[in-house]
């Protein structure tokens, strides 16, 4: 299957920094990719979906300045967490779809630990 | 309500057993199916699609009722190895532009 990676795998950062997750798709072109956050013992919920060139819809109750999502190209998306609090330690996880949107590909997951 | 609701277990069962999980939905304009299996501190991964028709992958069988909005995932002599989460995943595609829904997971504990 498609291989989709994620960096870094995981940070530690202190309280009122920013962190930048990339998301890449290594073999195929990703028009479509979708942020997930995940805490421990929940679901994976929907943060954002982003398409290539265009602005990031997010879902309700995601703050589209704290979390902002660049899709410049058709292989990298990237979430940046800003002004990281201990409240946003969770792990977060990108899909990627091609054009066809049939299947959705996860990178490894992005652990983020704020103290 | 959650839109995906699931038993979170855990469940604990004995090599060889056979288990099967449970899953409803709620949005009756739901398109697509999924199971997907998580281990620990990683990301999911697709383990099948679920049809109507119901559908069998070597040990696994996932069923779809439409009418009830209930979907099941059956696992035939268990492994160790499959020690892991589920997730039942409902894609609203044609509503929502390929967002998954994921449930909250139910947690499989295969034990020697």
């Known amino acids: 299957g498609a291989v989709v990676s994620q960096h870094p795998s995981r940070v530690i950062c202190k309280s009122g920094t920013s962190v930048k997750i990339e998301c890449r798709s290594l073999d195929f072109q990703a028009t479509t990719m979708f942020w997930y956050r995940q805490f421990p013992k929940q679901s994976l919920m929907l943060m954002a979906t982003?398409?290539?060139?265009?602005?990031?819809?997010?879902e309700q109750g995601v703050e589209k300045d704290k979390f902002l999502i660049n899709h410049a190209s058709l292989t990298l998306s990237t979430l940046t967490v800003t002004s990281a609090h201990p409240e946003d330690s969770s792990f977060y996880i990108c899909?990627?779809?091609?054009?066809?949107?049939?299947?959705?590909?996860f990178g490894p997951g992005t652990r983020l630990l704020v103290l | 309500r959650k839109e995906v609701e699931q038993d979170p277990g855990p469940f604990n069962v004995p090599e060889g057993a056979t288990v099967a999980f449970n899953c409803t939905y709620s949005?009756?304009?739901?398109?697509?199916f999924f199971w997907y299996r998580q281990d620990c501190r990683k990301e999911p991964k697709l383990l099948m699609s679920?049809?109507?028709s119901g559908n069998e992958d070597g040990r696994f069988t996932a069923q779809l009722n439409r009418a009830s909005q209930y979907i099941s995932l059956l696992i035939r002599d268990s492994k160790l190895s499959d020690s892991a989460t589920y997730l039942c995943v409902v894609n609203n595609r044609y509503n929502q532009g390929g967002k998954l829904i994921f449930g909250q997971g139910t947690e499989l504990s295969v034990k020697p």
């Open positions: 679920v049809y109507s």
């Open positions: 982003s398409n290539e060139g265009s602005k990031a819809t997010y």
């Open positions: 949005n009756s304009a739901s398109q697509s």
């Open positions: 899909s990627a779809a091609g054009q066809k949107q049939e299947t959705q590909y």
